[in-house]
């Protein structure tokens, strides 16, 4: 029977507990009383949110993006609209023709040539030099063994410079002969040759001055 007074004194300790929690609920506001189980006492006390205390919110609001498809008005530092009409058009320089050291020209420009005093050479046959040929032009057929003696004596005689023009006829048409005497001349060093293209039956036509014999 003395174990009797130990157990009596745990719970009796045990039931003051009881008895001063009882109380501490009972004297608790009703935000923090504990409810029972089966009592109308909820165990968790409701608090509607209106009634806590709102705290500074730490997030930055977003600011709205700009959009795009709106019209922008004009600010002060847009430059104005000038219309395509007022902008100065760019001056453009005439192109100039590239220099060909071989060119040909017609019966009326041959003309001009002769008047000027320009040097005609023949390049047709000795033959049909002989029968005629335009007044004061020298002889040097393409296709005969003196043609180099021919220019020599063309040159001293005249002593052409290498810009300076020099005309050079044949028959006119298909005739080849005046060509290939520019080249020649072309190859010596000279780049101002004048090809009339017509040749002579033009030159004939026109009525203007011709000789015969002299080759």
Request: glycine residues 6%; aromatic residues 8%.
């Amino acid at each position: 029977m003395r174990s009797a007074p130990i157990l009596i004194r745990p719970l009796a300790l045990a039931g003051l507990a009881v008895a001063a929690a009882l109380l501490s609920n009972f004297l608790a506001s009703p935000a923090r009383r504990l409810g029972w189980a089966g009592s109308g006492v909820p165990l968790s006390p409701s608090v509607s949110p209106q009634t806590l205390p709102r705290e500074p919110s730490l997030v930055e609001p977003a600011v709205p993006e700009p959009r795009f498809d709106r019209p922008i008005s004009p600010s002060r530092t847009t430059s104005p609209k000038v219309a395509p009409s007022a902008i100065p058009a760019a001056r453009q320089e005439p192109e100039t023709p590239a220099f060909s050291p071989i060119r040909e020209i017609s019966t009326e420009e041959a003309w001009q040539a002769f008047q000027s005093g320009t040097p005609f050479l023949d390049a047709r046959r000795s033959a049909d030099f002989l029968e005629g040929h335009i007044a004061g032009a020298w002889s040097t057929p393409v296709w005969e063994s003196d043609l180099d003696d021919r220019l020599l004596s063309f040159k001293a005689a005249r002593r052409p410079g290498s810009e300076d023009p020099i005309v050079i006829y044949c028959t006119g048409g298909d005739c080849r002969d005046s060509h290939l005497l520019a080249e020649k001349l072309l190859g010596e060093g000279y780049f101002h040759l004048l090809l009339f293209h017509d040749g002579f039956p033009a030159w004939v036509a026109q009525g203007h001055p011709v000789e015969k014999g002299r080759p």
